[in-house]
């Protein structure tokens, strides 16, 4: 069993920037691959950037490649996600999820957290 939570969204202006975290419980997250997604109101559920359980392999969706970055400590079973040069269409909420393989596809993953909001103001 993994619980995720994350943090750290909230309200910033465009082009500012913002990290989340998701700490993760159980004994097993070193040996996860995480993922992170995001839903806009109205839109269906996104695939954002995802890391191999090492943290050797990492994947971004081509809307945020070169803004966002994805990494890992698994000594403090937490994973987080870099947001630099946001724009008002990042606007969403956020979900870190837990699978056994680093994948674009929610399916893929088998826990997930409640999700953090990210507010980018034009």
């Known amino acids: 069993q993994v619980q995720l939570v994350e943090s750290g969204g909230g309200l910033v202006p465009a082009g500012g920037s913002l990290r989340l975290s998701c700490a993760a419980s159980?004994?097993?997250?070193?040996?996860?691959?995480m993922g992170w997604f995001r839903q806009a109101p109205g839109k269906e559920r996104e695939f954002v950037s995802a890391?191999?359980?090492?943290?050797?392999?990492?994947y971004y969706a081509d809307s945020v490649k070169g803004r966002f970055t994805i990494s890992r400590d698994n000594a403090k079973n937490t994973v987080y996600l870099q947001m630099n040069s946001l724009k008002p269409e990042d606007t969403a909420v956020y979900y870190c999820?837990?699978?056994?393989?680093?994948?674009?596809?929610?399916?893929?993953?088998?826990?997930w957290g409640q999700g953090t909001q990210v507010t980018v103001s034009s």
């Open positions: 999820a837990a699978g056994y393989s680093a994948s674009v596809s929610g399916g893929s993953y088998n826990y």
């Open positions: 159980g004994r097993t997250f070193s040996s996860r691959a």
């Open positions: 890391i191999s359980w090492s943290g050797g392999s990492t």
